[in-house]
């Protein structure tokens, strides 16, 4: 009986001790999850844009974009407009991204930055330097109607 107390006891202890880790684990897990997803699904075509109001070749971008500007979405309130500048002489591959404010208020995105747009599958994705999660996504105008978010309870 004494040796089952004694090995409930240093389990107990453990188990204490491992506390403040498992805390500050999981606001990690809590931080890393929220930030990569993004308040809204949006198709190219309503996240992506040039100065002559062209449809956007997706396929096209890819590569560098150095951050030029930033301002509120002329268009929508609730929307930012992010000035990309390629890499390079030909300034026909500037574009501006349009993102929720909300995913730009929590992003840490910012004028003079250099990101990198990744041709995906699924469409665009945007990241910042070093960056696992990409902090913009805009999806394939055909794939747009065959995501049919719901909500999570």
Known sequence: MKKNLQKKAGVLLALVAMLPF????????????SDSISSSITSISNSIS????????????EGGYKITDVAADDTRSDRMRI?????????????YLHMPA??????????????T????????AFFQEYAQQPF???????????IKPKAVS
Do not use: C, E, M, W
């Open 83 to 95: 000035a990309l500048r390629a890499d390079g002489d030909d300034r026909t591959r500037d574009i």
């Open 50 to 61: 040039n100065s002559s109001k062209a449809a956007v070749n997706a396929a096209k971008l």
């Open 102 to 115: 909300a995913d730009y208020q929590h992003s840490t995105i910012s004028v003079g930055q250099v990101v």
């Open 22 to 33: 498992a805390s500050s684990f999981a606001t990690s897990i809590s931080i890393s999850v």
């Open 136 to 146: 913009a996504v805009a999806v394939a105008d055909n794939l747009l109607n065959d």
């Open 117 to 124: 747009a990744v041709p995906k599958p699924y469409g665009v």
